[in-house]
């Protein structure tokens, strides 16, 4: 396993065990793209796509 897919399968089991099921909320996480600029974006948006693309472009 590469360090991108563990820290991505930490960071989901993290968010899973921290925001269980049922709360009704939507988890934000923080990434970057190639200019620096921080985004946010839920897990919902994210969770079809690998931790470093979003809409199959690289962030």
């Given at each position: 396993?590469?360090?991108?897919?563990?820290?991505?399968?930490t960071?989901?089991?993290?968010?899973?065990?921290?925001?269980?099921?049922?709360?009704?909320?939507?988890?934000?996480?923080?990434?970057?793209?190639?200019?620096n600029?921080?985004l946010?974006?839920?897990?919902?948006?994210?969770?079809?796509?690998?931790?470093?693309?979003?809409?199959?472009?690289?962030?």
């Amino acid at each position: 396993m590469n360090i991108e897919t563990e820290l991505y399968e930490t960071a989901i089991s993290f968010i899973e065990k921290r925001y269980p099921t049922g709360w009704g909320g939507n988890v934000k996480i923080a990434v970057t793209n190639d200019k620096n600029i921080l985004l946010f974006k839920s897990l919902r948006e994210l969770q079809p796509y690998h931790w470093s693309t979003f809409n199959g472009k690289k962030l």
